[in-house]
């Protein structure tokens, strides 16, 4: 079956950096966009960035533009969202999901497949 297995979360001070992964297993990595979503307490799950499935198009939320990169490696099944310079708003639960498809995805409900999500905390 497929997998979505998020790593790297965890707890850091504003104006630091941390790389969140993702590891997909069970599909063809190669054929799906991937997104990064968030979950902040008491919010709706939003969209963060999107890839394409061969990465040569990604798509960022306004708040994240400049601070954030989406980045795949087909050849590890593997997508990445390196974020930079953050802030405390940025805590959340962050979430990676795959969609089979050729362009990028920003709606939760594009999505086929949805990884269980790591915690990522900004402290001020």
């Known amino acids: 079956q497929v997998q979505l297995a998020e790593s790297g979360g965890g707890l850091v001070q504003a104006g630091d950096s941390l790389r969140v992964s993702c590891a997909a297993s069970g599909l063809t990595f190669s054929r799906y966009a991937m997104g990064w979503f968030r979950q902040a307490p008491g919010n709706e799950r939003e969209i963060v960035a999107a890839?394409?499935?061969?990465?040569?198009?990604?798509y960022y939320v306004g708040s994240v533009k400049g601070r954030f990169t989406i980045s795949r490696d087909n050849a590890k099944n593997t997508v990445y969202l390196q974020m930079n310079n953050l802030k405390p708003e940025d805590t959340a639960v962050y979430y990676c999901?795959?969609?089979?498809?050729?362009?990028?995805?920003?709606?939760?409900?594009?999505?086929?497949?949805w990884g269980q999500g790591t915690q990522v905390t900004v402290s001020s």
């Open positions: 999901a795959a969609k089979l498809g050729n362009y990028y995805y920003t709606g939760l409900l594009d999505y086929d497949y």
């Open positions: 890839i394409t499935y061969s990465g040569s198009g990604t």
